[in-house]
């Protein structure tokens, strides 16, 4: 293909020119750019009754007004959700999917039965099995975007959108998706580091949580501290409004009318990119970074000296942020975060690893700070510690390899995505969503098109005299 690469570099140089726009017209036209308004809040698209993230108020005069922040699971906060299966000893993840799909929490007998249902439907056919297993893949996630398309050719009413047939095909993908991880994870290592194959089937008696980590891990090989944690990963994972980019994507593309299998795969190449999904591996690298350059963990000087420089874009990766620091919606606090970091302690103390635990909260305090003195006035909005600061941690905590921090994402929000598939589906005036997008091109005169191919070569000469 090397004779081609003139054409190509000829048609990637042109990317320069007809691709570019000018920021000016963005606000000369007043465009919303990533759908968000001057203030950094949403512009609003939707309505939903699914998940609400409450980070702000917004005053009659418009400004914001940070409060402690809060996530709603179908009205209920996060909080109350997590301490009312806590008190009742139990893992809340199957909880939480069978509110978030129905709108209501479960007896102990509908949660009983539910249990057993997603239990009945975890086992894989022979063909996903073998699609995992023959068709190679180094990235997780797009074996499962794969693994999900191989689904849609088992179901036999794949093309049915009724609510019966929704729910049964949400609840197939929610029960499915820590398996296909699972073996997708070991046919990886298998393939790609020579590691011997080891596939569990699943255990009917056993949690969304611990039937993940026995999949991946086998019997002795995780604690109940471990499956815990785990749990509540998941529970705080599973929904978080409809604006997420990941969430929005199934929402555009449900109301196009498609199937549920290739909704939740554009879902799911939307979670890949590393400015959604892999988040926490971005916080990861840059803690494994700070453990290696700062020499004394408990010195704040030492560290708010280093992160100062990073904001600076003198040190690391020079993008000038401090991953983990900071939430489109959250400003006070991130609940998500604040519950998953006091059991992250526990978990780090029985690993033996409460040092790096400290040293993380340390960056979190002192990265705060840092960010706020560097804005000085400019300040647009108060910061806090988001759940990705310590999300990847814990994972490590736990034993979870880095590949698969982004599809633990994916097996949580699921739930979320099933749930506001659902409906997408069943607004009673639905509409496809089509946004406007204004073309700001220059038109070229039909005599120069008639004249000369190079039709473009003449817009940018046209432009260049016009400005002049």
């Known amino acids: 293909m090397t004779e081609y690469n003139h054409l190509i570099q000829k048609l990637s140089d042109s990317i320069k020119i007809t691709s ?9 036209y007043n465009v919303k750019r990533g759908l968000r308004n001057e203030d ?23 400004t914001l ?12 906060s996060v909080l109350d959700l997590v301490e009312r299966f806590r008190a009742k000893g139990r893992h809340g993840y199957d909880e939480v999917v069978y509110l978030l799909l129905s709108g209501n929490l479960p007896t102990n007998e509908e949660l009983e039965w539910f249990h057993r249902y997603l239990a009945d439907q975890r086992h894989l056919c022979s063909m996903s099995k073998m699609s ?46 820590p398996t296909i991880i699972a073996y997708a994870y070991h046919a990886m290592r298998h393939h790609y580091q020579k590691r011997t194959l080891s596939l569990r089937h699943p255990k009917e008696d056993l949690s969304t949580a611990e039937n993940f980590l026995y999949m991946l891990k086998g019997t002795g090989n995780y604690t109940e501290l471990d499956a815990a944690v785990l749990d509540l990963a998941l529970v705080l994972h599973a929904e978080h409004g409809g604006g997420n980019n990941s ?104 690993k033996g690893r409460l040092d790096e635990f400290e040293f993380l909260e340390t960056i979190e305090g002192t990265g705060i700070d840092v960010f706020t003195r560097y804005k000085g006035e400019d300040a647009k909005k108060i910061v806090c510690a988001n759940v990705d600061l310590c999300s990847g941690f814990v994972y490590s905590l736990i034993g979870i390899p880095k590949e698969l921090f982004t599809p633990m994402f994916a097996m949580a929000r699921i739930a979320g995505w099933a749930a506001h598939r659902i409906e997408e589906l069943n607004f009673e005036s639905r509409r496809i969503i089509r946004p406007a997008y204004m073309t700001v091109c220059d038109r070229v005169p039909s005599n120069l098109v008639l004249r000369d191919s190079n039709a473009m070569d003449h817009a940018e000469k046209r432009k260049k005299s016009l400005s002049q």
């Open 65 to 76: 007004t940070p409060i402690d922040g809060d996530l709603f699971y179908r009205g209920i």
């Open 132 to 177: 995992i297993l023959d068709l190679r893949g180094s990235d997780i996630m797009n074996i499962l975007a794969r693994s999900v398309m191989v689904l849609y050719t088992e179901d036999q009413y794949a093309e049915d959108t009724s609510r019966e047939n929704l729910m049964k095909q949400s609840l197939n993908l929610v029960a499915k998706f």
């Open 40 to 62: 950094h809040t949403g512009v609003l698209v939707g309505l939903t009754k699914i998940g609400e993230v409450k980070g702000y108020e917004k005053n009659t005069d418009g």
């Open 20 to 28: 570019s726009i000018e920021n000016e017209l963005f606000t000369k």
């Open 247 to 350: 969430t929005f994507t199934i929402r555009v593309t449900s109301s196009s009318g498609t199937d549920t299998y290739s909704a939740v795969t554009a879902a799911i190449g939307s979670l890949k990119g590393p400015l959604h999904g892999g988040a926490n591996l971005r916080v990861m690298a840059m803690f494994d970074h700070l453990k290696d350059v700062i020499t004394d963990w408990k010195d704040r000087e030492e560290i708010a000296a280093y992160l100062l420089r990073m904001l600076n874009k003198e040190v690391y990766n020079k993008t000038g942020l401090i991953y983990g620091i900071g939430h489109a919606v959250y400003t006070l606090s991130d609940p998500r975060a604040v519950l998953l970091k006091n059991v992250a302690r526990r978990l780090a103390e029985e």
